[in-house]
C-alpha cells in the first residue's frame, strides 16, 4: 500500500502556487528593473486569460454536476475527468507564475507613475495579474470539481 501512496496524486496544495507566485514576482521585479526603457506590454493577455478562466470555471461547474450524478447528466468517463484534473493542474500552476510576475512588474513601475509609459505598463501588468489570479481560482475550482465524493452508499441500512 505505501508504494501505492507514493504514486497517487494529491490536490494542489497552497505552498507550490505560493512558492511559484513569489518566484514569479521576483523574476518580474528583477526584468523590470534591468530594462532601462520598457516597452509597452501588449494588453492581450487580459482577455485570454479572463476567457480560459471563465472556461475553466464552466467546466467546474458542468463537471461537478456529472461527478455528482445529478439528474439531466451523463456520467462523467474516468479518462475525461483524469485529463481534466492535469488541465487544472497545469492551469494553476501556470497562473501562479504569470500572477507573481505581472504583480512584480506593476510593483517595480509603481513608484514612477508620472511617466506615461510606466503608466501603461503598470496597468497592463496589473490587468494581466488579476486576470492570472482569475484564472488560478478557476483551475482550482476545476480541480476541487474533479474529486469524488465519499460514496454514502457503503453505510449499513438504517445508519445516517
Request: charged residues 20%; negative net charge.
Given at each position: 500500500?505505501?508504494?501505492?501512496?507514493?504514486?497517487?496524486?494529491?490536490?494542489?496544495g497552497?505552498?507550490?502556487?505560493?512558492?511559484?507566485?513569489?518566484?514569479?514576482?521576483?523574476?518580474?521585479?528583477?526584468?523590470?528593473?534591468?530594462?532601462?526603457?520598457?516597452?509597452?506590454?501588449?494588453?492581450?493577455?487580459?482577455?485570454?486569460?479572463?476567457?480560459?478562466?471563465?472556461?475553466?470555471?464552466?467546466?467546474?461547474?458542468?463537471?461537478?454536476?456529472?461527478?455528482?450524478?445529478?439528474?439531466?447528466?451523463e456520467?462523467?468517463?474516468?479518462?475525461?475527468?483524469?485529463?481534466?484534473?492535469?488541465?487544472?493542474?497545469?492551469?494553476?500552476?501556470?497562473?501562479?507564475?504569470?500572477?507573481?510576475?505581472?504583480?512584480?512588474?506593476?510593483?517595480?513601475?509603481?513608484?514612477?507613475?508620472?511617466?506615461?509609459t510606466?503608466?501603461?505598463?503598470?496597468?497592463?501588468?496589473?490587468?494581466?495579474?488579476?486576470?492570472?489570479?482569475?484564472?488560478?481560482?478557476?483551475?482550482?475550482?476545476?480541480?476541487?470539481?474533479?474529486?469524488?465524493?465519499?460514496?454514502?452508499?457503503?453505510?449499513?441500512?438504517?445508519?445516517s
Amino acid at each position: 500500500m505505501p508504494e501505492e501512496d507514493e504514486r497517487r496524486m494529491r490536490p494542489t496544495g497552497w505552498r507550490v502556487p505560493a512558492l511559484l507566485a513569489v518566484v514569479g514576482g521576483l523574476l518580474g521585479v528583477l526584468l523590470t528593473n534591468s530594462l532601462s526603457g520598457l516597452p509597452p506590454l501588449p494588453w492581450s493577455a487580459i482577455p485570454t486569460l479572463v476567457l480560459l478562466a471563465l472556461a475553466e470555471g464552466y467546466t467546474a461547474g458542468r463537471t461537478r454536476r456529472r461527478i455528482r450524478r445529478e439528474p439531466g447528466t451523463e456520467p462523467i468517463q474516468p479518462l475525461s475527468a483524469a485529463r481534466l484534473v492535469a488541465l487544472a493542474k497545469a492551469s494553476a500552476l501556470f497562473a501562479s507564475l504569470a500572477l507573481g510576475f505581472f504583480a512584480g512588474m506593476a510593483l517595480s513601475v509603481s513608484d514612477t507613475l508620472v511617466l506615461p509609459t510606466h503608466w501603461s505598463v503598470f496597468l497592463t501588468a496589473l490587468g494581466t495579474a488579476l486576470s492570472a489570479g482569475l484564472l488560478l481560482a478557476a483551475a482550482l475550482y476545476l480541480e476541487y470539481a474533479c474529486r469524488i465524493p465519499d460514496d454514502e452508499d457503503d453505510d449499513p441500512p438504517g445508519v445516517s
